[in-house]
């Protein structure tokens, strides 16, 4: 009843809700990385250990995506988003309560699967509300993860000097949640499309689909491999390592003003393919002056430059990747956060093989690779998509730049 084909951009209760959820999601996310590094100072362990702990996280949003499928044939939105916040909650307390390597490998293993599970129902429910708007729908969403990316590192190193201890940031997005569950636990979530006749269990997925999540998850392996091994290069320029982790900050800047920037620009219909192309053009050139120049001052503008070329490639790809889904939304939406997790395990894992073994300024040759393979995947994806919008609807196709 909520999905509707009218020009007008609407943020109602639904939509509100999903975008606050999608920020504590974020929240926790980047909360996560520097929280295990000083988990590490506390416990002792190696620095291969922690790299586990992100590949943990990522095989969870692997699994989510594996799941969510069948999870949304049985259960309604709203039971999906209450209960996968409830169980990110549950995740993120016990990562902080425990003092031991088995026990927050544990909570960390919970908090990928519910976490991810959490956002691919937001996801699901503003795909749902807007239809065919969902890539401004979801290009506004994140503007709350780029916001995450600047603040919550900020925040976990300010309370970490205090007597609270940076355990106490995991706190907040669960009070942010508890409030949003009195608020809205009545509200009533916009129901599943159904399936077209015929498709089953089985039913395939369009090739244009197929190709557009890989480019989701692709462009989304960009950005961890920056956020692993950026600082590594900028010490090459001779920074401190301290000054080059601080710098990175740099490049979530980049996110967050990419993302209010794309926002705006999406409040009109048919640009998506056109700052999708754009996104990437930026993206490359922000890197490219990241990688080769000597200059600390270039590095980090180049970094900077990267991510507000970065910003907008995962709302976009994901919006062209449901758009594109023949009505299978749930299915496009799940295999794309399991193709993501398993590239948010591999990309870095690859880097840090290569710069071993060729050094670190070679391992990045990774990064201009996955940009190349992102524009062949999302020339497929338009040369295979439709040329026709989904019959029965008034919904205009996303990323038609041709206005017709």
């Known amino acids: 009843m909520y999905r509707y084909t009218e020009k007008t951009f609407v943020r109602d209760a639904p939509t509100v809700l999903s975008y606050a959820a999608l920020g504590c999601f974020s929240f926790w996310l980047y909360a996560f990385g520097p929280a295990v590094t000083l988990l590490r100072a506390e416990l002792g362990f190696s620095y291969t250990l922690l790299g586990v702990y992100q590949v943990v996280i990522s095989l969870g949003a692997a699994v989510a995506g594996a799941s969510f499928a069948w999870f949304a044939r049985r259960l309604s939105r709203g039971v999906l988003l209450w209960s996968s916040a409830l169980a990110t909650v549950a995740g993120t307390g016990l990562f902080t309560l425990v003092r031991t390597v088995p026990g927050t490998l544990v909570a960390t293993a919970l ?5 991810a599970t959490l ?22 969403a994140n503007i709350g993860a780029g916001a995450s990316a600047v603040l919550a590192p900020l925040l976990l190193g300010a309370l ?3 007597v609270l201890g940076w355990r106490a940031t995991f706190a907040l997005p669960a009070v942010v949640l508890l409030v949003l569950f009195l608020r809205y636990r009545r509200q009533p979530l916009p129901a599943a499309s159904p399936e077209p006749p015929g498709t089953g269990r089985a039913g395939r997925l369009p090739l244009a689909c197929v190709l557009f999540a890989v480019l989701t998850a692709v462009s ?8 692993y091994f950026a600082p590594q290069l900028l010490v090459h320029t001779g920074m401190t390592a301290t000054a080059a982790g601080t710098a990175l900050s740099a490049n979530y800047l980049g996110i967050l003003l990419g993302r209010l920037g794309g926002a705006r620009i999406m409040r009109a219909e048919g640009r998506t393919v056109a700052i999708l192309s754009l996104s990437l053009a930026v993206t490359a050139a922000g890197f490219a002056l990241f990688w080769l120049s000597d200059s600390p001052v270039l590095a980090v503008a180049g970094l900077f430059l990267c991510g507000t070329g970065i910003a907008n490639l995962y709302p976009l790809g994901l919006a062209l990747t449901l758009d594109a889904s023949g009505g299978r939304e749930d299915r496009a939406n799940a295999r794309t956060q399991l193709i993501l997790g398993l590239a948010a395990a591999a990309s870095p894992y690859l880097l840090g ?10 391992g990045f040759a990774v990064v201009p690779a996955l940009i190349v393979l ?8 338009l040369r295979a998509r439709p040329v026709t919008p989904r019959g029965g609807t008034a919904e205009r196709r996303i990323g038609d730049d041709s206005g017709g």
């Open 119 to 140: 956002l691919t129902v937001v996801q699901a429910v503003l795909s749902d509300r807007h239809g065919g708007r969902r890539d401004r729908a979801l290009t506004e």
């Open 111 to 115: 908090f990928g699967v519910a976490g």
């Open 220 to 227: 989304s392996a960009i950005e961890f491999c920056l956020v």
């Open 374 to 381: 992102c524009v062949l995947l999302l020339r497929g994806g």
């Open 160 to 162: 970490a000097a205090t």
């Open 353 to 362: 093989t290569l710069a071993d073994s060729y050094g670190l300024t070679s």
